[in-house]
């Protein structure tokens, strides 16, 4: 089933209108985005603690995020989950939905920004609902980890991993 | 679970930096939203149709809109459809998704047509990839069939029932 289909679409028209009307300017286009995404992520976590305990600490609020938050909005967990237990975490989601329908290597490097200001905003606002301040930064790493998927009619159909990685500095 | 949220809450930030961006213009935003339902109509309906037979007839069409489409946005079916078999279709919603967060009666009105545009572009995107030519509007009947839902620390919460029609002339 395709139910991750419309927040995925919604989310790429999103990102092109804002850079459409932004009049090319990259940084405010991706400012508005993280702090439409703030917005949605407050909201979000009102709804999904409402019947939740109490956290104990950081790090259980941190799991939560991975966990219930991740695959409210994404559909899947984070694959990976280290922190420093000095206020540093950084989150790894190994097939990021809203990259996921980018193939290619370095095309689209340079859009990344856009496709990921939107969900450190979203991280961000959740935590500061949960009274948690945080910075949330986003980087891509690209793993050429080329897989056939499919040969048919002489065409050939690559896709690569690609391994996001957020850090959050609290 | 709030597995809707996340599209419901993305959906009411982009209403809102549209209508922001659109120096008041309420026709503008309006025409704006409709035009980014109908690519996400066409995105999702070509993900969905991917495995399915092909259709027979326009009412095959339709019923499979009611049903696997709505069910993908809007996580439930159409409750009713109606057509008088010369190409006018209505769909009725009871409970829609979009509308569900507001609750009172005449202050919501005035926003209706912003928070329908998107859906009835969704819908037209979605029978124009599928060959199907269509004009959508949207009509709203409140019906305050006032339930009490909460009698709490002195505080009563109310809820209005929305009835949502969509008009299809094909």
């Given at each position: ?55 104990k600490d950081e790090l259980d609020v941190m799991k939560f995020i991975c966990k219930d938050f991740w695959t409210c909005v994404f559909k899947k967990q984070i694959d990976n989950l280290r ?88």
């Amino acid at each position: 089933m395709a139910h991750e289909a419309p927040f995925q679409l919604l989310h790429s028209e999103l990102i092109h209108y804002i850079c459409k009307t932004a009049d090319g300017e990259n940084g405010r286009s991706v400012t508005k985005l993280e702090n439409m995404g703030f917005r949605v992520g407050q909201g979000l976590i009102e709804r999904l603690t409402k019947d939740t305990a109490r956290f104990k600490d950081e790090l259980d609020v941190m799991k939560f995020i991975c966990k219930d938050f991740w695959t409210c909005v994404f559909k899947k967990q984070i694959d990976n989950l280290r922190t420093n237990h000095q206020g540093i975490y950084v989150l790894q989601d190994n097939k990021f939905l809203l990259l996921s329908h980018m193939s290619a290597g370095k095309q689209y490097l340079e859009h990344a920004p856009k496709y990921l200001a939107f969900t450190c905003g979203l991280v961000r606002g959740a935590l500061s609902n949960m009274g948690v301040k945080s910075i949330v930064t986003a980087e891509v790493s690209v793993m050429p980890a080329c897989k056939t998927l499919n040969v048919e009619s002489e065409m050939i159909y690559l896709t690569f991993d690609l391994g996001l990685k957020f850090l959050l500095r609290l």
